[in-house]
């Protein structure tokens, strides 16, 4: 049986009254309850007012006040917590959201971190070289921008005339700037606008994610769609994080954002590193444009470089939205399976690919890839999830052998499906369109496009891509390159596309047969 503090219950109990006269009761009862209550003699040299102090019914009652201003003048800074658990994030959300806007209304500048991961559709993930730091007033912002620890570029927002804003923009990279003038609101801006926004929103939160440690702080985190502001799509998840002790903000994390080009890709931008009631130099607000600098745009300067490195570029009037009809035809296949080089049959699905090696047909060798995670939710394959794991499993039919070995995020192998994507993400900007053909019995329509248009890839790296005139989905894809050694041309050929097969209830379930022997390492 546990013993209850009298004291914790009456404080508890005047937490949640407004009346006069109900708060004189039990302060009332605070000093009887600490008539019950022992106290030893403090040790030496430590102060002895407590003691004292509790001496007289005039004490207990100045005690039991100060006890009690301290959790009511706490308050506005610490939610009242849930009676049985200490969770304030499990009582009202009406209540404590309220109490949290009223600590950010205190707020006069706001300093922050902003970075972002790639996340793809099936598990892979990378966390940017680019990150930002956000400087902002209700008068003035700026933000710095890195690369790894190098200074990129930092942009300033300062007033002009009444309504607006002159914002100049300084590339550290290109040794460049701009400044331009813009209308903006007459009244000033809120530095902490973005965070009352989610806290506006919390009572409206699909889940409450727990509690996780960031930066040394025990936070309780909620997930909201984004879809509840604005106009964003349904698949847009967002979730805020907040100190349990402090119930401020510490992450912000938006979720499922897509990346021009990379259909198999989703950005997350993270917000975090936090500092609320910071002084800010003023001098981080004036504009410094080196001496030297040119004044153009970076994207000037980055094309006439592209030109000088890679030549004239060649681009086919490629229809607007027929990548949109590609990618969304990709969107709605569950299951793919195609040839690879002619002597391996791939199947894929969105946790789990499986490759058949083959001589003839004389099945080789199979391999398993098993996507295994706790959290099933839409956001499952983000970089948060701490539970992802990948099992590959290789069974061997010509050496009677089998290995299994488990990838975490690190060193996981990439999701074949997010090769058919990735190629897909750049057919806007395709050399040519190739005259239509047929491709085992279907009628298709096909893309070239230069490797060269992205990354650091040589010229004479070519991709052929042709798809399904009715369905839109691949039916063919060549990848054909020259070896810089031998000067040899090869060409990849994933073919004999097959979308949405039916397929065993186990087939992506590795079964190893009873007699085979683990093989060596």
Partial sequence: MSVTDPMEDILKQLRYQSSPEARERILGKASGAMDEMTTSAPPPGEPRIWRMTMNTKTGKLAVAAAAILIVLGGITLWPARDAETGQWWLGPPAAWGQLIAESLNKVQALVYREGYVFVGDYGTTHVSGNWSRWYKTAERRRRDKFYDETLVSTMWEVPEDVGYVLRYDVSFEYECYTAETYETSPTPSDPVEMLRLYVGLLDQADRVL??????????????VSASKYGSNPEDWIDRIWFDTET?????????????TGHPEQTFTFVKDEFEYYVDVPAEKF??????GFANTHPDNIRAARELEEKGEMVFADVPAELKDRIVAALDQAEIVTYGEWGQTRVYLSRYAWRRDRLDGDHLQ???????????????????NDETFRLVHTTVDYQARTYKAVTHGREDRPRHPLDGIRHPIGYIDRADRILENKIIDGIECF????????????PDDMIHRLWFDSKTYLPVRM???????????KSVQVKDQFEWNPVLPEDFFTPQIPPDFSPAAD
């Fill in 210 to 223: 727990g509690t996780k440690t960031f930066e040394n702080k025990e936070c309780v985190g909620f997930e």
């Fill in 247 to 259: 119930s401020l903000p510490v992450r912000i994390e938006l979720h499922g954002r897509p990346v």
């Fill in 286 to 291: 004036e504009p410094q444009i080196p001496e």
């Fill in 365 to 383: 060798s199979t391999e398993w890839y098993v996507i295994e995670q706790e959290d099933a939710t839409a956001t499952n394959l983000d970089f």
């Fill in 446 to 457: 096909g893309l070239e496009l230069s490797a060269r248009k992205y990354g650091s890839n």
């Fill in 478 to 488: 060549e990848f054909e390159s020259v070896s810089e050694s031998s000067g040899r």
